[in-house]
Each structure stands twice: as C-alpha cells, then as structure tokens.
C-alpha cells in the first residue's frame, strides 16, 4: 500500500494508535530507492518462522512483472482481510474469473480467519503485509522489522488452515536490504507495484479507473485495497476496470515468484 495519512484512524483502533502518516506520492522511485544490494548471507531471524515448514528462499529483488506474459496483469488487494469489503471483492473476481494476490495484515487475518480461508478457497494468492502496517518499518531495527515479517507469516498460515504466503509487501514500499533478504529467506517474493489508484484517498470511482487506464503502461501489478476505510469506490471501479482490461486483451496473472 502507498504510504499515506487519510483514513487511518481505522489502523489506529486495529493496533492502538493512529499512525499519522503525510501522503507522499509512491512510484518507481520508492522501489529502486529500496531496491539496493542484498548480501547473499541469510539473515539471522529474531522471532520465530512458522514451525515445521522447510520452505525454499526466493529471488529478493522485488517483483514486478507477470507470469501471464507481455499482456499480463496483476491485481494486488491490500490491507484486509475485511468482513465489509473482501467478500464484495471476491465476488467481483469470482464474477470475471480473475486471480488476484491478497496482501494481508497480521492483525487482520487474526481477526477474520474464516475470510482468509474463503480467499484460498478461491485460488487467490497471500502476500504477507506485515503485523501493524507500520510505514515506517524501514526506519527501526532489524528486530523488529523481523518480527513484523515472521509473525505475519505465521498469522496467515494459521488462518488460512497452512497455506503460507508467497509474497511480502512492505506497508507503504517500506522494504529494506534486510528485509527483502528475510523474506525472500522464508519463500515470499518481495511484492512491489507500478499502478497506484490511491483508492484510499477516495477520489471517485471514475478517477480511480482513469488511474489505471493512464498508468498501466508503467508495468502490470496493480494496487487496490480491500480495508482501512470505505472501499465503496474500490468495488465499484473494479467492477469496471476488470472487464475493460479483458476488453483490452490483457490476461491477469500473478507476479512473478
């Protein structure tokens, strides 16, 4: 998600406090910015990884493209899972037979197991999203950088009955070496984005749809979110983005792991 202030006193009542974050506009930038080098050594965990699961390390560089190809694209849903607004958004994937990835809060999917379960059922992607969508992750210590990271992890392999996340997005392109590195150590693919809606400042349904129709030429993985706030405008505009990209000749897929 970008990194961004409105409407987040709903992460305040999550995890006891507001975050008060500026709205700063996120694009490639922010991704090369935190795209640096990455020792091959894999980094020493301080919380705990999900017990008994040998899982295999991943490219750390952050992730971009498709695998459905040159006309691919990717939706990514942030923030959630939320009882009000993921069931509308499967509902609207399930209507155009897309598979999207699924960036979930720790918090979140603690909160609402049975919706993380009805996204794997429907052959959706998890992306780890870390534990408190905290921003400004990459500003404190690899401590606690690791616990956000592993903790999530287990939380969503939890709820969803094992199913463990392939991607992580870090809360407002907040990655660091370190934290590409852990990732990428535990299976899940660093998840960047090259369309941001900013469905989260709720600029109207149609200005939304106008934002991916001018921006998908940057790249294929689209930023959507399904929590935080009023998604009235998300589910709207993607009930018209989905069949204008297919009317487009794109196929959606999922980011590259």
Request: net charge negative; glycine share 10%.
């Amino acid at each position: 998600m970008a990194r961004h202030g409105g409407g987040r006193a709903w992460y305040g009542k999550v995890v006891g406090a507001a975050l008060g974050v500026t709205v700063l506009a996120v694009g490639a930038s922010v991704w090369t910015a935190q795209a640096g080098p990455v020792d091959a050594a894999a980094p020493k965990a301080t919380a705990s990884a999900t017990p008994g699961s040998d899982v295999d390390p991943v490219d750390p560089a952050i992730a971009h493209a498709s695998d459905a190809g040159a006309r691919g694209v990717n939706i990514t849903i942030d923030d959630g899972p939320d009882p009000a607004w993921t069931p509308q958004v499967l509902d609207l994937l399930r209507e155009y037979g897309v598979r999207a990835t699924f960036c979930m809060t720790g918090t979140q999917a603690q909160a609402h197991p049975d919706l993380v379960k009805d996204v794997v059922a429907a052959g959706h992607r998890l992306c780890d999203h870390s534990v408190s969508h905290d921003t400004a992750m990459d500003k404190k210590s690899e401590a606690y950088q690791s616990k956000e990271i592993l903790d999530t992890e287990r939380m969503i392999t939890e709820t969803s009955g094992g199913v463990r996340p392939m991607y992580y997005r870090a809360p407002g392109g907040a990655f660091t070496p370190h934290s590409r590195k852990l990732a990428a150590s535990r299976g899940m693919r660093p998840l960047g984005w090259n369309v941001d809606t900013k469905d989260f400042e709720r600029p109207g349904t149609d200005t939304i749809v106008a934002t991916v129709q001018r921006e998908l030429p940057n790249g294929p993985t689209i930023l959507f979110h399904d929590a935080g706030g009023d998604r009235a405008q998300t589910v709207e505009a993607l009930r018209k983005v989905l069949p204008w990209l297919k009317e487009q000749g794109y196929s959606f897929g999922f980011p590259v792991h």
